[in-house]
């Protein structure tokens, strides 16, 4: 046995770890590392369970193609790789390129090496059609940025800020959050508070975060519009904005001083079910008695209706309030791998992407980052005509679990004349593709901290592991990157990695692609790899620069889609008790929530997990379930308006009334799920048929309204 250092790769968190090894190199334990210099020995389940998911039961360690009974035989990854290319060829000669796809998921963006080889590939082909998790996920921000614009520096930072104002985020339990340390959470919390840091938090949840919190607001679902604008109004009305900021940068102000006027504290405290007195006192905690410090909004804000709407008027929060390093502050984070950009003290519009370029045939949506709305990629899939996908690479995602509208997704995925699945385990997905290429994982290849969100570090932080674990014995295991160059090479293609032309004719290796990644950090690459813990590039501070003279944007808050979409919200009419969603009236609503335990649909066949939790809950106030006329561990049926699904009750006092809150990725294919065995899919709670948000699609996700019933034999058959 020895003790190895690297860095866990389940979450973009990267915790430093220790991870034993046996005389194979096989991971047989891991801990946290004290002595890594950004998570000090933090580890959460997921990653001290890395041994389970490793070998779990289900890992796959040979190519498989799928044979006509719907069986699969192994075959060496060349021949696969030779016959997929062949069938990828057939259709972009006969179809066109667009008729090509991929979709990346976590697995994929998690993987320094690969996260930039499906687009590279797809540009390559000539194909748009290139999906992630982004757009079903927190695109909202991007959306924001478009129609406001950027301030050309970072926000204040955690360390010097007097509040933070979380909307439906929880980073003690999900790690990942904008604007707070995400390398040991609860900790930071701690040394925040302890210096004075002021919380306010709004969640249907007392969650783990807003324990913490000075003012809680513990609003219905989906109600974050409303008391967005309410603060709005109540800022705006007492002048607690930053007058000057405001006058210099904003160029509508009165525009939505008017917009919000209709959103008094009285009417947000009926329509949300708060208290106006605690709406005021957040407002004047955040805009009043502090100077520092910005709003934030997580999932449960982007994931809701209205969900683009929400996060622009908790962004407008912090413009109203100038919540921005000015020139000659220090930036906390000017990043390592990716190449050091200016940073001035000045909006900077950036432009709607989404309304230029190239449209889906579905919904006539644009894209952002590049990357098509992920919301309609399903009917992009079954809707014939020119373009229609007949081929998807699927990469590190469950598509057929994760996916809202599983019905549709599934449908979609079956009517594939060609899947191939890059993932190392026999998931939903890999049981509906045509080819399964399971890679190596984490701690079984090279790899670098993450770089496309390096922002989120509160240091300038970057760390480079070998690999340092053999794949189990007799595997047949790829790379990543190896599926895409191989592919390319077979079709003639020249592949641009990050931004550099790779030689088609020599095979890279991960090292050389890691490089290429790292070719912007301070030090040479070689120099990287010999930080055992990673290193803290803090010698070359960057301080915000004064704006630039000729500069003439300004913020844009009160754009005509906005006042248009706040007027739509204000004249609606919600019922608690009898919400209403496509001429349905229901009695609760339902929110996502995280579990510790797994990542989405990852980590639900570690055996640790299994025995800790089997299947997902319904979580429900006490009061709830005593009124439904029945006790903790019982079952229901939950009924949207797109369909139903079984679930156990568990009591969760912190929960509001009128909410029941459940994990997504949980259940398997439809017809094959054993609740008690499986879990519940909340996908089948979702239509993507309707009710999606305009520009990005955006399913609703949360804030789901739902009837609840004891179960019968009776209801489940409906």
């Known amino acids: 046995m020895r003790e190895v250092r690297s860095f866990c790769r389940f979450c973009m968190v990267f915790c430093g770890t220790q991870v034993t090894l046996d005389d194979k190199d096989h991971v047989t334990a891991v801990r946290g590392d004290r002595d890594d210099p950004m998570n000090q020995g933090y580890s959460c389940i997921k990653g001290l369970e890395a041994a389970g998911a490793y070998y779990a039961p289900d890992r796959l360690l040979h190519p498989l193609k799928r044979q006509s009974d719907g069986s699969f035989a192994q075959l060496p990854l060349e021949q696969a790789l030779d016959e997929i290319a062949a069938k990828m060829a057939e259709i972009a000669a006969r179809d066109g390129p667009e008729a090509i796809g991929a979709f990346r998921g976590a697995g994929a963006m998690l993987n320094a090496s690969a996260m930039a080889m499906a687009p590279a590939f797809l540009t390559a082909l000539g194909s748009h059609k290139n999906f992630t998790t982004l757009t079903i996920d927190q695109s909202a921000h991007m959306i924001a940025a478009g129609r406001i614009g950027m301030w050309a520096a970072p926000r204040q930072p955690l360390h010097d800020s007097d509040v933070r104002m979380m909307f439906g985020t929880n980073p003690l339990l999900a790690l990942t959050c904008t604007d707070f340390d995400m390398s040991n959470p609860t900790k930071a919390m701690k040394k925040a508070r302890a210096r004075g840091l002021k919380l306010i938090v709004i969640d249907p949840r007392r969650t783990e975060t807003a324990k913490y919190a000075d003012v809680f607001l513990q609003p219905y679902p989906g109600e974050d519009v409303t008391i967005a604008a309410g603060m709005l109004h109540i800022i705006l009305t007492e002048g607690w904005q930053d007058a000057e900021f405001c006058a210099a940068n904003v160029a509508d102000l009165d525009a939505l001083r008017a917009a919000v006027a209709p959103f008094t504290p009285e009417y947000v405290a009926r329509r949300a079910g708060i208290d106006a007195a605690d709406l005021h006192r957040a407002t004047a905690m955040f805009a009043r008695d502090s100077r520092r410090g910005g709003a934030l909004a997580g999932t449960g804000v982007c994931m809701a209706p209205h969900s683009n709407l929400a996060d622009h008027l908790v962004e407008t929060i912090n413009v109203v309030c100038g919540r921005f390093q000015r020139a000659g502050e220090r930036v906390v984070n000017p990043g390592v791998l990716r190449a050091r950009q200016p940073r001035r003290a000045q909006p900077m ?370």
């Not at 090279?446 to 690999?467: H, I, N």
């Not at 050389?512 to 803290?536: C, D």
Request: contains cysteine; charged residues 20%.
């Open 349 to 718: 519009q950036i432009g709607r992407s989404w309304e230029q370029g190239f449209k889906s045939r579905i919904g006539n949506y644009g894209t952002l980052w590049g990357e098509m709305m992920s919301g309609i990629m399903a009917d992009e899939i079954l809707a014939p005509g020119e373009g229609q996908i007949r081929a998807l690479i699927s990469h590190g995602s469950n598509l057929a679990n994760i996916m809202p509208d599983q019905h549709k997704t599934i449908r979609a995925l079956e009517s594939l004349e060609l899947l191939v699945n890059i993932d190392p385990f026999m998931t939903e997905t890999s049981k509906l593709a045509h080819y399964i290429l399971p890679t190596v994982m984490g701690y079984e290849r090279a790899d670098l901290t993450m770089y496309m969100y390096e922002s989120l570090y509160t240091q300038p932080y970057a760390r480079y592991t070998p690999a340092i674990a053999a794949p189990p014995t007799g595997a047949d295991l790829a790379e990543d990157w190896q599926i895409y160059w191989g592919l390319a090479q077979r079709l003639g293609l020249k592949l641009e990695f990050d931004g550099v032309p790779l030689d088609m004719d020599t095979t890279p290796d991960t090292d050389s692609l890691l490089a290429i990644v790292a070719r912007h950090a301070p030090v040479p690459f070689e120099t990287m790899k010999s930080y055992e813990l990673g290193h803290i590039f803090d010698d070359d501070p960057q301080y915000v620069e004064a704006a630039d003279p000729a500069c003439t944007d300004r913020f844009t808050v009160a754009t005509d889609d906005i006042l248009a979409e706040l007027a739509q919200v204000h004249a609606e009419c919600p019922q608690p008790g009898a919400w209403s969603s496509n001429g349905e009236r229901f009695t609760h609503k339902m929110t996502s929530r995280r579990l510790r335990e797994v990542q989405n649909s990852s980590h639900r066949n570690v055996p640790a997990v299994r025995k800790r939790m089997p299947y997902n809950h319904a979580y429900l106030h006490p009061d709830e379930i005593a009124a439904l006329g029945i006790s903790a561990g019982d079952k229901i049926t939950i009924t949207s308006d797109a369909g139903s699904i079984p679930a156990v009750v568990a009591a969760e006092p912190d929960l509001r009334r009128g909410v029941i809150s459940m994990s997504h990725g949980w259940g398997t294919l439809p017809q094959d799920t054993v609740y008690e065995r499986d879990g519940a899919n909340t996908g089948l709670l979702i239509s993507t048929d309707r009710d999606l948000d305009p520009i990005n699609a955006m399913p609703r996700m949360t804030a789901i309204p739902v009837r609840l019933e004891p179960f019968t034999m009776a209801v489940a058959a409906e």
